[in-house]
């Protein structure tokens, strides 16, 4: 047993100690060394109980010193602060935030930010959570809400541990939209207008008024009971909010809050409904009925804050707290609703969970954690300013996660028999689960074996180590191989492999982030894994076991 070996021992009892209240184990100290070294149990089980035994008899404040000596890095769960924020009127116990998502599509990375922003200020503070469907928006097939995107978004918010406290569709609250307009209507605060949109356009943006602006409440009363009877056709009639019609803003100038939409495909409406409320009035109508305090939203929704705000005067009410936060994007991954539609209608991506897609469902599908992404957005906050994430930047929190946790198999892509010969160990093989973690799994071996073609090419003429077992010579030509010996050298090319034996190997597939598909060959311990959970192929990355069926296992490709 050479220095290095039994310095590493050292140094992971050391830390192991220090991690578990003074007591190292030997089988995690096992598990250490061997995934840095690839040497044998029987090899350094003794040393190992050795130095565990010396380490364990120590107090823990000689342990802390000699591994200080050593250099030895002590892993901890702490992390640097996430803390995020206090914001104004935040309170104990009164604190109630909404997510408002339209259930034309599912939530992704970019717009997530808002809703576990709301979730986690309301959580920390004993608040309550809202979702609430912004669901009043049926103008065509594409933005008109789905049935199945409800039950997605309440999926991914209950995957992302943002479970809502209560849940409302605002399609389900018109006659209470249409009251407070009856309302506005009456005290001269809003009109029915009914001028050619363009002619409109021209008049705000000179920043006068148009006919309809000056007429009475009655005649607006009854312009809206009109357009309710169905008296108008679509684009013929819209209600609007009477603001300041010289605002510096034209986008602020008497801005629209219902207009006319017939033969609607709402999956909640009856076709009886013709009149709806935009975003702006429905939302703000229910900030309020909600006792919502606080709100968060993109940046370009400023506007809208603004919009609203002219509503909440005209009633009398006080305007919640409000953050807006930039847009956080995902690099190399598709977060666009639309664009995600036309790839799907085209063929181009496999569905909303496509693995190029920055969705909810295709980065759980991938393997990334509900905690990473919390931890991305607690990172970036309520800053107002944009952020595009670099891929490598999500995968280093995610793998800080997983890591700790995801078991260790082989697998073999494009696969090819080798013989060797001269070997002496044939039978059960025990390898580690996890350099860190109890436990070995089992594959009997004889002295056939595959592995990977481009591993085979690349090491002509050279020695080899079949990763926990022994070496091998690879020859110039062929794939007869000799046995090489046991001896551990660090700079021996260690290769992952599989037995040949009937069995020990079932059919493996992983969908890669480009879509592709990578095949091969994987040891049947898999089988022993849940469908969902991420674990680690040696040499290749972490993977999410998506799909057993029979002989063989479906994974998709998580990260390096």
């Known amino acids: ?84 924020p206090e914001l104004p009127g935040e309170e104990e116990g009164n604190v109630i935030t909404r997510a408002a998502p339209n259930p034309n599509g599912p939530f992704h990375l970019g717009n997530s930010r808002a809703y576990i922003l709301s979730y986690i200020y309301a959580n920390r503070n004993n608040g309550r959570f809202i979702l609430r469907y912004d669901d009043t928006n049926p103008s065509s097939p594409e933005k008109s809400p789905k049935e199945k995107f409800y039950r997605w978004i309440e999926e991914d918010l209950e995957w992302l541990g943002c479970k809502p406290d209560l849940i409302i569709k605002a399609s389900d609250r018109l006659d209470i939209y249409y009251e407070f307009a009856y309302e506005l209507l009456e005290e001269e605060k809003a009109y029915v207008c009914t001028c050619d949109p363009q002619k409109w356009k ?55 809050a219902f207009r006319i939409l017939k033969d609607h495909n709402h999956p909640h409406v009856s076709q009886d409904y013709v009149v709806w409320p935009l975003y702006n009035f429905a939302s703000a109508i229910d900030d309020h009925e909600l006792n919502v305090t606080h709100i968060f939203r ?4 400023s506007t809208n804050t603004e919009n609203q705000k002219h509503l909440y005067e005209h009633l009398g009410w006080e305007y919640p707290n409000t953050a807006h936060h930039g847009f956080l994007s995902l690099k190399g991954a ?18 909303w969970d496509d693995p190029r897609l920055g969705t909810i469902r295709a980065l759980r599908r991938r393997g990334f954690q509900p905690e990473a992404i919390h931890k991305l957005i607690k990172k970036y906050g309520v800053k107002s300013s944009n952020a595009e994430v670099s891929m490598e930047e999500f995968t280093s929190i995610n793998r800080k996660i997983v890591d700790p946790e995801a078991l260790r198999y082989f697998f073999v892509k494009d696969p090819v028999k080798i013989n060797v010969e001269g070997a002496d160990k044939e039978g059960k093989v025990d390898l580690p689960v996890h350099p860190e973690k109890e436990g070995t799994r089992e594959l009997e071996v004889s002295d056939a074996f595959f592995v990977e073609r481009e591993d085979l090419e690349s090491n002509r003429g050279e020695t080899i180590r079949l990763k926990g077992l022994y070496n091998i010579e690879v020859p110039e030509e062929g794939k007869e191989c000799e046995y090489a010996g046991d001896e551990i050298i660090q700079e021996m090319a260690k290769i992952h492999w599989l037995p040949e034996g009937e ?17 091969g060959m994987v040891e049947k311990n898999v089988l022993d894994e849940e469908e969902g959970n991420v674990l680690q192929f040696e040499r290749f990355g972490f993977v999410r076991l998506d799909e057993k069926e029979g002989e063989k296992a479906k994974f998709w490709f998580t990260h390096k």
């Open 202 to 256: 021209g008049l705000r943006d000179e920043g006068k008024p148009c006919p309809c602006r000056t007429k009475g409440s009655e005649e607006h009363v009854d312009r809206w009971h009109k357009m309710q009877d169905g008296g108008y056709d679509e684009g013929d009639a819209v209600v609007r909010i009477k603001t300041d019609i010289e605002h510096k803003d034209p986008a602020q100038r008497d801005w629209p």
């Open 1 to 84: 047993m050479n220095e290095e070996v039994k310095e590493s021992i050292r140094k992971y009892a050391l830390r192991n100690a220090l991690q578990h209240d003074g007591q190292a184990n030997v089988n995690a100290v096992l598990g250490g060394v061997m995934s840095d070294h690839d040497v044998e149990p029987k090899d350094i089980i003794e040393k190992i109980q050795e130095v565990v035994g010396e380490v364990n008899d120590l107090p823990m404040e000689e342990q802390e010193e000699r591994a200080e000596e050593m250099g030895v890095v002590l892993e901890t769960k702490k992390e640097e602060s996430e803390e995020l």
């Open 334 to 351: 598709v977060l666009s609703t639309s664009t995600i539609r036309n790839g799907i209608e085209s063929g181009k991506y496999m569905g």
């Open 503 to 519: 069995g020990e190997t079932v059919e493996g597939e992983v969908v890669m982030p480009s879509s592709e598909t990578e095949k």
């Open 298 to 301: 993109a940046e370009e929704h």
